[in-house]
Nanobody, 122 residues
Framework: QVQLVESGGGLVQAGGSLRVSCAAS??????MGWFRQAPGKEREFVAA????????YYADSVKGRFTISRDNAKNTVYLQMNSLKPEDTAVYYC?????????????????WGQGTQVTVSS
């Protein structure tokens, strides 16, 4: 069993930055990803990182603005979000991926955190 706890969300103005974190209990060498869900919308893929940290994927909507990273010694994955836009407003969830090949399929994730709210004001 893996437990995930997200933190670092908040309110920021457009153009600003935030870093959200996801602390995992137990195993730390698995692929992990971030998804987000805005009100009335489906959960969408944001970014994923392999267990080693060497492979990263991003949604086109965040490429060049967001950076995913991990510190396996701390069992923590980070999502640095820069140049934030109002359309980035959502609850951000981190998850543990069973098979990294399916990084952008939320149903392929084995565990999820409770989410952290990110709100970007215009």
């Amino acid at each position: 069993q893996v437990q995930l706890v997200e933190s670092g969300g908040g309110l920021v103005q457009a153009g600003g930055s935030l870093r959200v974190s996801c602390a995992a209990s137990g195993r730390s060498s698995y692929g992990m990803g971030w998804f987000r869900q805005a009100p009335g919308k489906e959960r969408e893929f944001v970014a994923a990182i392999s267990g080693s940290g060497h492979i990263k994927y991003y949604a086109d909507s965040v490429k060049g603005r967001f950076t995913i990273s991990r510190d396996n010694a701390k069992n923590t994955v980070y999502l640095q979000m820069n140049s934030l836009k109002p359309e980035d407003t959502a609850v951000y969830y981190c998850g543990v991926l069973g098979e990294f090949y399916y990084y952008n399929y939320y149903e392929k994730y084995d565990y999820w955190g409770q989410g952290t709210q990110v709100t970007v004001s215009s």
